[in-house]
T-cell receptor, first 110, second 115 residues
Framework: QKEVEQNSGPLSVPEGAIASLNCTYS??????FFWYRQYSGKSPELIMS????GDKEDGRFTAQLNKASQYVSLLIRDSQPSDSATYLC??????????FGDGTTLTVKP | DAGVTQSPTHLIKTRGQQVTLRCSPI?????VSWYQQVLGQGPQFIFQ???????GRGNFPDRFSARQFPNYSSELNVNALLLGDSALYLC??????????????FGEGSWLTVV
């Protein structure tokens, strides 16, 4: 079992819809959680960080964390074609080392 | 403010050669980490350095080594290159190693092709 697992994807949604990206992790000691966006041929770009159970909203993005279920998700509202990218979930189990999932590729169709 | 800078951006090496990749962190950041990203996979942790000391090492062979300099910049060295070392090498910096200070920010990466 991988330490961080994401939907295998690819995920395709129409423009304006809500895209839901999911991630589970295996280490219950994990304390910080991140979502990165990676466009093809580019490096990952930080979108959101979340540390406590519940929801955290930033513009069209909402991160949700449930430590009891070892689950973190990212919702993208009003999806735009420019949101088409690979989304990486990262988990810090001890300070400094981030463990990444393999990513979910999102395509937003106009 | 400048972000994380890496050099070179692209390079091609032959099997058996050695390569050195360089990274300068965001100003004020004291921690540098290195990741390897193979096509279709997420970044894999190689090393973390904080205040010039190694703070973590991933599951990579001894052919991989790194160091951090007094100005917090860092180098990643890979010896005896194999075809499987072809990947995007990402440098990431963070302010520190505490939970609140360990958000990592990536540079643009160094694309290494081994032929």
């Amino acid at each position: 079992q991988k330490e961080v697992e994401q939907n295998s994807g690819p995920l395709s949604v129409p423009e304006g819809a809500i895209a839901s990206l999911n991630c589970t992790y295996s280490d219950r000691g994990s304390q910080s959680f991140f979502w990165y966006r990676q466009y093809s041929g580019k490096s990952p770009e930080l979108i959101m960080s979340i540390y406590s159970n519940g929801d955290k909203e930033d513009g069209r993005f909402t991160a949700q964390l449930n430590k009891a279920s070892q689950y973190v998700s990212l919702l993208i509202r009003d999806s735009q074609p420019s949101d088409s990218a690979t989304y990486l979930c990262a988990v810090n189990t001890n300070a400094g080392k981030s463990t990444f999932g393999d990513g979910t590729t999102l395509t937003v169709k106009p | 403010d400048a972000g994380v800078t890496q050099s070179p951006t692209h390079l091609i090496k032959t099997r058996g050669q050695q390569v050195t990749l360089r990274c300068s962190p965001i100003s004020g950041h004291k921690s540098v980490s290195w990741y390897q990203q193979v096509l279709g996979q997420g970044p894999q942790f190689i090393f973390q350095y904080y205040e010039k000391e190694e703070r973590g090492r991933g599951n990579f062979p001894d052919r991989f080594s790194a160091r951090q300099f007094p100005n917090y910049s860092s180098e990643l060295n890979v010896n005896a290159l194999l075809l499987g070392d072809s990947a995007l090498y990402l440098c990431a910096s963070s302010w520190g190693v505490t939970i609140s200070g360990n958000t990592i920010y990536f540079g643009e990466g160094s694309w290494l092709t081994v032929v």
